[in-house]
């Protein structure tokens, strides 16, 4: 990985960055050491995979893969089950995979992912890969989801904006973390859906919005870390301006459809930096009218 502090100031890099990321903030040329080629999809599905970013290959590269090391064949209907899936997913698929943040491990320790996943799925909650949560979105891989958020760096006081609510999962991960989550929807259903989950399940410090997540939230900006769990092909110019000085934005950017790039932004001295941290595939980021 490398990192090229961008000369512009803040909101000129920005600009650049709104007319799209190429020749705006890429990395070096030469690829960074860790930074795999992105390879053709095999499959269709979807969002949170990580192609050659992790050393199996069990990335999410199918919504129903043939083989995850922790499926679960049957939905377990006692919690003991559960808190044993989601051990084996905290060691196999991410300390494996190498994120270390204890903070980060304790809240994928803590969140019971298989409430934020439709009935039909409870028995694949704690696999390797992302699922359908409807209105054709996804909860995402649940390694991608731990390392996103060690890619934000978190502090237990801060105030996150996430990108991108759907099911809510990553949202109650933040919320373990940090003292204030804030997390925008597009889809009214999903919106609806997540906040009530959340509220049932106890999530006093997340709010939830409906609304296109294109302009942030100013009415609580700055933010000390901001997440987007959708990918945009440019850098929306209202993330750069509400990021708190010394604040990363962790965002997929590429093209609808195919494989994006992971970027690890910080604001630091009135400058972004931007590092590429890999190949990824996320839904799209999409616009209201
Ligand atoms: C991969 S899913 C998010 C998974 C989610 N973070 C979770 O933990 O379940 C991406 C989400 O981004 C939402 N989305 C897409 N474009 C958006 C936008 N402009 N503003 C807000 N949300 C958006 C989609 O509707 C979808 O729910």
Do not use: K
């Not at 237990?156 to 003292?179: H, M, N, P």
């Amino acid at each position: 990985m490398s990192t090229r502090t961008v000369s512009a100031t803040l909101v000129s890099m920005a600009l650049g960055c709104v007319m799209g990321l190429t020749g705006c903030s890429r990395a070096p040329a030469a690829p960074p050491a860790a930074t795999p080629a992105v390879t053709p999809a095999a499959t269709a599905i979807s969002e949170g995979e990580t192609p050659g970013a992790a050393p199996t290959a069990q990335d999410g590269t199918s919504a129903v893969p043939t083989s995850p090391p922790t499926r679960i064949e049957a939905a377990p209907t006692e919690e003991p089950a559960f808190v044993q899936a989601r051990e084996a997913m905290v060691v196999q698929q991410i300390e494996r995979r190498g994120v270390s943040n204890p903070a980060v491990l304790h809240a994928m320790r803590a969140v019971a992912r298989h409430r934020f996943v439709p009935e039909d799925y409870v028995g694949q909650a704690y696999n390797d890969h992302p699922l359908p949560i409807g209105y054709g979105q996804t909860i995402s891989q649940p390694y991608i989801v731990a390392w996103m958020t060690e890619l934000l760096e978190l502090e237990s006081d801060y105030r996150v904006l996430e990108l991108g609510t759907g099911s809510g999962y990553q949202a109650a991960v933040l919320a373990e973390i940090v003292a204030e989550v804030y997390t925008i929807e597009i889809v009214p259903e999903l919106e609806e859906s997540a906040r009530i989950r959340l509220r049932e399940l106890g999530y006093e410090n997340i709010q939830v919005l409906r609304a296109d997540g294109y302009w942030g939230w100013p009415e609580h900006a700055p933010f000390d870390a901001i997440i987007v769990t959708a990918a945009p092909d440019h850098v929306p110019l209202a993330l750069a301006q509400q990021l708190e000085e010394g604040a990363h934005l962790v965002i997929p950017i590429g093209p609808p459809g195919g494989y994006q790039s992971l970027w690890q932004f910080t604001h630091a001295d009135g400058e972004l930096s931007a590092r590429e941290i890999s190949g990824v595939r996320f839904v799209p980021f999409t616009r209201e009218e």
